[in-house]
């Protein structure tokens, strides 16, 4: 009658595998459901129960969609590429294919002791050649497309792991990997162009069921920003035009200077003699500045008077041209009006440099006392970046900002010196690392025939073995320097040619994974169209928040370029997404790092996989943070041992079913299942616990019926799949629990909290009371004796018999 965790659960693990328990069966007649976990990395250090969270959570919700009647898919797989594998080959000289190999064994081994239901015949490994194959396919349909080309551009580069970095890698100036701080390099990239999808990542976020958390952090990364070009003449230099990018053309007659980015082409042909020194100083010193570190708002403003003039397009008045470094080269144009009055930067450094500011917004009610205002009084306005309408614009005075907008570019449209315009913080996507443990980008070059794709049947190109990982630092893959893999033969003339030397980024082949599992075998093509059609969009993607823009803003994108291919008929691939908290202890992250992670093969080994799972749940909210407690742990395993034995004790000797029963067992359903529906898989465990409680005093009634034990068997499996496996199969059951179907409950059950009782003396009615529906006898006696229309009946009198009819009658006997 012991609860043996470990015996018991390896019972049903071999089961599992033998019987080949989880395997999808695609040809089903079932509804599709397809619950996906973001795959891991397989790291050296393993997995520790704060990973395992996520794990749980998407394997309980699975099985609960097994038991919904759903052929669900829940597959699992390997992000195999990155910068640790190699960067552990360089230390130990272990062969990045070595070691991951060895690590996806280790992790595999965890998550198969998990329980979890995965179906092991589609597992993936980005770094396998048949899969790489088809993200290099990939890579060659979109630079068919003109959706991947190559240019010469300063990219983000970490001095550390020597390789170049995408915007999405760079986390406040420093390496998403190592924290070193990012420097600039002019190289020659491979960028993927997902500018192109800028306002469809944007707006079909509104199709999606994600935290609106991660939906902010993606709108704000792609940055759309509506406005205007404005062209300004330069003064006396010839064909020097200077563009700006605004979102507020209204305020163009408060512009009473303009900002070039330091790195502007424009700069050196406008600068004068004069201030040719000063201004050359501040480049240069500009250029040793991070982005991030440029665009702090409150940092003091520094600047360079170039020494030349714009011309306002609409008034003709001179407007003296600065450098300054809040001014971004990457953003708009590279070049502002600045407009001190409004703006917050502008303010600030008009104020540094003693530059006019003239109000040009006025709250409405403020409008008609400033209209008459002129510019050079002493005093200095206030900033003002609220609505309003114009003043001090001329003809625009009175127009409200957004009238004046439009107003203020009409006109300028006219003279072909503006127009409207969408302006976007997002860029395109640099796509290559001078790394070698990538997919190698599929690209040839030849002297005669230029830049050509690898033609798709001499895909993959392999990744060959090198003797040294290290990266060269000059900019050049490792694979540079290995003669056979650089030279080879053109496809078009079949003269000798150069292939690309560089791998794709950690994030290519995660950007389409999700799309192989349904058809993980293929050797003709990435996926059969009719499977990932059938199986996709992913009902239920979980995963950490720390993928909310680098990871799914990727997958968006390749799914929408494989959708615009024709391969797929949907264009978003996640349709819900749900983010785990993370596992602390003693408030810190768990980190093999910071060497406070709880191993879960000591917790196994102690108390089961069982008692893990469903403590992992438990512990709290599922997206909320939360302590890790041993004692807590203790407690979950402890009510597995007690919900075990109390099985045991009434499976042999099942009672009938009564009233009592059945609406304890309907209401746990009732809640059980909305517990489940609204996700509140912490509230799910304890409506268990409350369930047990209520099920011990019922007992003392007059047993357990065996609709009770059936209920608890299928309701318990997604939780604790071995135990409830084994209670199941201890109701006589020879299929797995799994074939059962989840319980539905009666709404007449859930009503009538309360119940009307008759009091009787004797016999005779003397009163009413209102008591609980499930109400013990004890209870129901008591409040009949108490009652102060009964007391007088009583008084003086012994009571010889008390009969409680459940929800209908207390009759007292009384003597004397
Ligand atoms: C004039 C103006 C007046 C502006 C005003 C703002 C307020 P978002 O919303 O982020 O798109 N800007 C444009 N390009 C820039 C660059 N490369 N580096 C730094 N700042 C730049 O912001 C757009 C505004 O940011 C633009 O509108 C411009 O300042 C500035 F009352 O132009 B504004
Ligand atoms: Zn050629």
Redesign the pocket.
């Known amino acids: 009658m012991e609860y043996r965790a470990q015996s018991l659960e390896k019972k049903w693990s071999t089961r599992w595998r033998e019987n080949q328990e989880h395997l999808v069966k695609a040809d089903s007649k079932k509804s599709k459901y397809y619950a996906l976990d973001m795959f891991p990395y397989p790291s050296g250090a393993g997995l520790h129960v704060g990973h395992w969270r996520g794990y749980t959570i998407s394997d309980v919700w699975s099985r609960y969609k097994v038991l919904q009647g759903y052929e669900v898919l829940h597959p699992m797989g390997w992000d195999a590429f990155g910068l640790p594998a190699e960067n552990a080959a360089i230390k130990l000289g272990i062969h990045p294919a070595v070691s991951t190999a060895k690590n996806i064994a280790n992790f595999k081994r965890q998550l198969q002791e998990i329980g979890a239901m995965y179906d092991w015949t589609r597992e993936i490994n980005t770094s396998d050649p048949e899969y790489y194959k088809w993200t290099q396919y990939f890579f060659v349909k979109m630079f068919e497309r003109g959706l991947a080309y190559r240019k010469k551009m300063p990219i983000n580069w970490c001095p550390s792991c020597k390789t170049g970095l995408a915007n999405e890698e760079v986390i406040d100036g420093t390496c998403e990997r190592c924290g070193t701080e990012v420097t600039k390099k002019e190289m020659n990239q491979w960028m993927l162009k997902i500018t192109a999808y800028a306002d469809q990542l944007l707006y079909d976020l509104e199709k999606l069921d994600w935290p609106e958390k991660v939906k902010r952090m993606q709108s704000n990364w792609i ?1 759309r ?1 509506e ?1 205007a070009r404005i062209v300004f003449e330069v003064d006396g230099v010839a064909d020097a035009q200077i563009e ?5 053309p209204d ?1 163009l007659y ?2 009473t200077y303009m900002v070039l ?1 330091p790195e502007h082409p424009l700069v050196e042909r406008i600068t004068s003699t004069a201030k040719r020194d000063s201004v050359e100083d501040y480049v240069r010193e500009t250029l040793k500045k991070s982005s991030v570190a440029r665009q702090v708002v409150d940092k003091t403003k520094t600047g360079a008077f170039t020494g030349a003039y714009a011309l306002h397009p609409l008034t003709g008045a001179k407007v003296p041209i600065w450098i300054a470094d ?14 001190p ?3 917050e ?2 303010y600030e450094f008009a104020q540094t440099f003693h530059l006019p500011i003239v109000q040009v ?1 006025a709250p409405s009610d403020t409008a008609d006392a400033l209209a008459g205002v002129s510019h050079d009084t002493d005093e200095t306005p206030p900033l003002y ?1 609220g609505p309003g309408v114009l003043v001090n614009s001329g003809q625009y005075d009175g127009l409200t900002v957004e009238e004046g907008k439009q107003a203020i570019v009409e006109a300028l449209a006219e003279k072909g010196v503006g127009e409207k315009t969408v ?1 976007y ?1 997002m860029r395109d996507w640099v796509f290559a690392r001078q790394r070698y443990w990538g997919e190698p980008i599929p690209i040839i070059y030849c002297d005669k025939c230029g830049t050509l794709p690898v033609a798709v049947e001499d895909l993959p190109v392999r990744l060959p073995d090198v003797e040294r990982y290290e990266p060269t630092g000059t900019g050049e893959s490792p694979l540079a320097a290995i003669d056979s893999f650089v030279h080879t033969t053109c496809p078009k003339c079949g003269g000798p040619a150069r292939r690309e030397t560089d791998t794709m980024p950690q994030w290519a082949g995660s950007s389409w994974y999700f799309l192989r599992y349904p058809d993980p075998h293929n050797d003709k093509a990435p996926f059969s169209s009719e499977a990932v059609n059938d199986w996709l969009p992913v009902d239920m993607y979980i995963g950490g928040v720390e993928h909310a823009v680098l990871h799914l803003l990727y997958a968006r994108f390749f799914t929408k370029v494989i959708h615009d291919l024709g391969l797929i008929d949907f264009d978003e691939p996640f349709q819900h997404l749900f983010n785990q908290g993370m596992l602390t202890l003693n408030g810190a992250k768990m980190s093999k790092s910071k060497g406070n992670v709880v191993n879960p093969d000591d917790i196994i080994e102690k108390h089961g996989v069982d008692a893990l799972r469903m403590y992992e749940l438990f512990v709290g909210p599922p997206e909320d943070d939360a302590e890790w407690n041993d004692n807590g742990l203790e407690g979950v395993s402890r009510f597995l041992g007690r919900l075990y034995r109390f099985f045991q004790q009434h499976v042999g000797r099942t009672s009938a079913t009564r009233p009592e029963l059945e609406r304890l067992r309907h209401r746990f359903i009732a809640q059980l299942s909305e517990r489940m529906e609204t996700f509140r898989l912490n509230t799910a465990v304890s409506a268990f616990m409350e369930y047990l409680n209520a099920l011990g005093t019922a007992a003392n009634h007059g047993g357990i019926d065996r609709a009770t034990l059936e209920t608890l068997a299928v309701t318990l499996s997604p939780f604790a799949p071995h135990l409830g496996e084994e209670l199941w199969s201890n109701l006589g059951h020879e299929t797995s629990v799994f074939a059962a179907t989840w319980p539905t409950y009666d709404k007449q059950w859930l009503k009538d909290d309360e119940v009307e009782v008759a009091v009787q003396v004797n016999g005779k009615i003397r009163t009413k009371i209102v008591i609980s529906s499930d109400a013990t006898e004890e209870v129901a006696v008591a409040a009949a004796k108490d009652h102060p229309d009964v007391l007088p009946w009583l008084d003086g009198k012994a009571l010889a018999k008390a009969i409680y009819v459940p929800g209908r009658l207390v009759n007292l006997v009384v003597k004397g």
Do not use: C, P
């Open positions: 940055g920003s406005g700006v990018f605004t979102t507020r305020t408060g512009a980015a809040y001014v971004l080269m990457e953003y708009g144009t590279g070049a502002i009006m600045a407009v009055a409004h703006d930067r502008d917004v970046v302006t913080r």
